[in-house]
C-alpha cells in the first residue's frame, strides 16, 4: 500500500515535470517570436554602427539618397546614389554583406559609370553583428508589412 502510493506520487511527480517542462517551451517560443521581431527592429534602427534605417528607410525599400553629376572620360553622367531595397535579399547575401568592409569585385560595363562608382564606393558600413543578431534583423525585414 505504502509503496504503491509512493510509485503514484513518483508518477504524478515526473508527468507535473514533463507538463511544466512543456509549458516554458511554449511560453520560450512565444516569446523568442515577439522578442524576435523586437529585437530586430531595435537591431535594425540601432545596431551597434549606424542605424540602417538612416539609408535603407524605415520600411527597408529603400532610397535615393542623393543625386550628383559625374564627369568621365569626359562625359557628364548624372548619377544618384540609390540604397537598395533589401526586403526580398537572399539570406546568404544578407549574411555576408552586414560584415563585409568590401564589396567584392564585380564587372561592369562601359556604360554603367554611376553603378560602378556607388558600388566601389562601399557605402554601406561593415558591422560586427553576430549570426543571432543578423537571424534577428532578417527576420524582423521579411516579417516588416
Ligand atoms: C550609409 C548607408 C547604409 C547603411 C547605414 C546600411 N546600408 Fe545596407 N546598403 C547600402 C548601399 C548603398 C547598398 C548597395 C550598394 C553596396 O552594396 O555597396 C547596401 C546594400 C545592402 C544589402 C545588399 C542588398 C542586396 O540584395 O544585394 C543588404 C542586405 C544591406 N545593405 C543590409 C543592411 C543592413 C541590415 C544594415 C544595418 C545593419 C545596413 N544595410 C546599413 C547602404 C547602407
Known sequence: MKLNFLILFSLIIICSLKLFADDTKLVKVNNSFITKFEYGELLYN???GIGC???HGSDAKGKKIVSFTHIYDKKK???ALSVPDITNSE???FFKKINSKKNPSKK???EQVCEKLVYK???MPAYFLV???ID???YYIKNLK
Open 46 to 48: 540601432n545596431p551597434r
Open 53 to 55: 534605417n538612416s539609408c
Open 77 to 79: 553622367y548624372n548619377c
Open 91 to 93: 539570406y546568404d547575401i
Open 108 to 110: 561592369f560595363s562601359k
Open 121 to 123: 564606393a562601399n557605402i
Open 131 to 133: 549570426e543571432e543578431e
Open 136 to 138: 534577428a534583423l532578417y
